[in-house]
């Protein structure tokens, strides 16, 4: 079948507990993912990203053409890793209660973000998942963003989706000017003039107490990712390496993939698509249960 062409095979594989069962909800597409518990007082952190092989994550952008995602693919989002990758990110969202992403990764994908994304061949299969497991249709949305300086008018905060935006005193006081309230956004207050460590711990035990987050799928960005592990926040990462090396020298403020052995995370599975042996997919864990 076309779709066993994407279709990540974890050759490695360390992670015994199925909270949504043994089976994926496509067989065809997916192998089972497994999860452990959530903490006592927060969600589980998971992240997914992809990296070129020399480890790059992303840059500062010159312009709208300049897309570290596209390049780091190769240019070709037909490739059958690449398909297997957007699969695999569908799946995490999908057994996710929230997903978050940093104010940056919104601007840069301002229509990408935030739009439904169950409808249609995989999607249906992830949505009857989520019904079978008493999950809302779609997950949370959250977003971290220091300064508030968030353009309302975007997608991701013109649905039904429920948005949840973790910022500062300032950044509250800015997004309620421009009509949070009125958008029903929930804006939840994390430092004064940053979020810190014990704003960014205490919005995430919030999630857990007040909206049922047991599992949280971080899409980035990398600065986001680092502030979440920083904190003992992240658990682990769901990392697509790619074949693509990228000239360093061409771009500024680059982004670079955790040096994972150097800190300590355990390789809990590795796996490739049989079709395109080019990427490989690893999952890191830093928090052990």
């Known amino acids: 079948m076309q779709s066993d062409r994407a279709r990540v095979s ?45 480890g790059i994550l992303t840059w500062k952008r010159t312009g709208v053409h300049d897309d570290p995602v596209r390049a780091i693919a190769g240019g070709d989002f037909t ?20 997903v978050s992403f940093g104010a940056q990764t919104l601007r840069d994908q301002p229509d990408l973000l935030g739009t439904p994304d169950i409808e249609g061949g995989l999607g249906d299969a992830l949505y009857e998942l ?39 005193v300032a950044g509250a006081r800015l997004l309620r000017s421009r009509g949070s309230d009125e958008k029903s956004l929930t804006i ?3 430092g004064e003039e940053g979020i810190a460590s014990a704003g960014l711990s205490s919005s995430h035990e919030r999630l857990f107490d007040e909206f049922g987050v047991r599992y949280l799928d971080c899409e980035g960005g990398a600065v986001v990712l680092r502030s979440l592990h920083q904190t003992h926040l992240l658990d682990e990462v769901f990392v697509t390496v790619t074949d693509i090396d990228v000239e360093a020298a061409e771009h500024t403020d680059i982004k670079r993939v955790f040096d994972f052995e150097a800190e300590g995370a355990r390789l809990i599975s590795e796996g490739r698509t049989v079709s395109d042996p080019g990427y490989v997919f690893r999952r890191w864990r830093f928090n052990q249960r």
């Open 10 to 54: 974890w050759h490695q594989n360390t992670e015994t507990r199925y909270p949504y069962g043994p089976i994926s909800p496509d067989p065809d597409r997916l192998e089972p993912l497994g999860f452990p518990p959530p903490w006592p007082t927060r969600p589980w952190i998971y992240a997914n990203v992809i990296a070129s092989r020399n």
């Open 79 to 98: 490739r059958p890793g690449r398909l297997a990758d957007l699969q695999l990110m569908r799946y995490l969202r999908a057994c996710a209660d929230a």
């Open 130 to 168: 989520r019904v079978r497991h008493g999950l809302r249709r779609f997950p949370l949305q959250v977003i971290y963003s220091e300064s508030g300086r968030l353009d309302l008018d975007v997608p991701m905060f013109n649905t039904h989706l429920r948005v949840i935006i973790i910022t500062t």
């Open 188 to 190: 939840f207050v994390a």
